[in-house]
């Protein structure tokens, strides 16, 4: 354990001379995310899908909707939950067992960003008020794990709820029913998405790969909605950001969010139209 916490020291010394100079060990800018890739329906056999590479960092997503009894006090309105998961292959660290916290944190980051936003407009996810709602369950996996599992399970999760498709139900003799033919698109309404911040010394980087991730003193995710808006925020890790800092991670959420809208809109469009 020794000689792993040399290396580690060593590792961390090495990224941050180099982000005195404004460079990374992956040669990337401090403000640039890795390179994303979404695959669209990953999981033919699932209400929606998609499958996400942040660089190294490899997720899957599956969309389950299924009729459920809504909670006492919102009978009008459907649900919707988000659970995640680290498989054990993911990572050396990764262990089979119940959840660890950081897999709980995860799970709630990214339920969060998709709530808050109102992505999903559950009002319109109603069989019968007070009896029977229609419940939006997106389970999201993590494959392969290098560094950012937050933003990567995000846009997993989002791109899946994107080109989701949805049974319509009708109560039958008190019981819901399918619609034959009634199969119609998941009502959205924005894009979330998340920007994750790790904080370096006195530097700021923007998704941080595994090297970073274990070097940072700490990290904040801040996911805005279509419009710009931040809609929730998570901070983690020992240490912490200034007001300044919070400010300038504020701001480059809403710039970097804006451009990977647009590519989560594009994989969107694309899956639709050949759909």
Request: aromatic share 4%; proline share 5%.
């Amino acid at each position: 354990m020794a000689t792993v916490s040399v290396i580690d020291e060593l590792k961390k010394a090495q990224i941050l001379e180099l982000l005195e100079q404004g460079k990374r060990l992956d040669g990337r800018a401090l403000d640039e995310p890795r390179e994303i890739k979404i695959e669209i329906n990953a999981i033919p056999k699932a209400n929606g899908s998609a499958r996400v590479h942040l660089g190294d960092t490899d997720v899957l997503c599956g969309v389950k909707i299924q009729p459920d009894r809504p909670f006492p006090d919102v009978g009008d309105k459907g649900m919707f939950m988000c659970t995640a998961e680290l498989l054990p292959l993911s990572h050396p660290t990764v262990e089979t067992g119940p959840p660890r916290d950081d897999v709980i944190e995860l799970a709630r980051v990214v339920d969060r960003g998709i709530r808050e936003s109102h992505m999903v407009d559950v009002s319109q996810l109603v069989i019968e008020k007070d009896k029977s709602v229609v419940g939006v369950f997106a389970d999201v996996v993590a494959i392969d794990y290098d560094g950012n599992y937050f933003d990567a399970c995000s846009y997993a999760a989002t791109a899946a709820l994107l080109t989701s498709k949805t049974p319509t139900w009708e109560m039958v003799d008190d019981q819901p029913t399918v619609v034959e033919g009634g199969e119609k698109q998941l009502p959205t309404s924005t894009i979330p998405v998340s920007v994750t911040m790790g904080k370096i010394g006195n530097h700021i980087v923007v998704d941080p790969n595994g090297d970073e991730w274990a070097s940072m003193d700490c990290r904040v995710t801040i996911t805005t909605d279509s419009d710009g808006h931040i809609v929730a925020l998570q901070k983690g890790g020992s240490g912490g950001f200034t007001q300044d800092e919070i400010n300038e991670c504020g701001d480059l959420s809403i710039k970097i969010g804006a451009k990977i809208r647009t590519q989560l809109k594009s994989a969107q469009e694309e899956y639709v139209k050949n759909g």
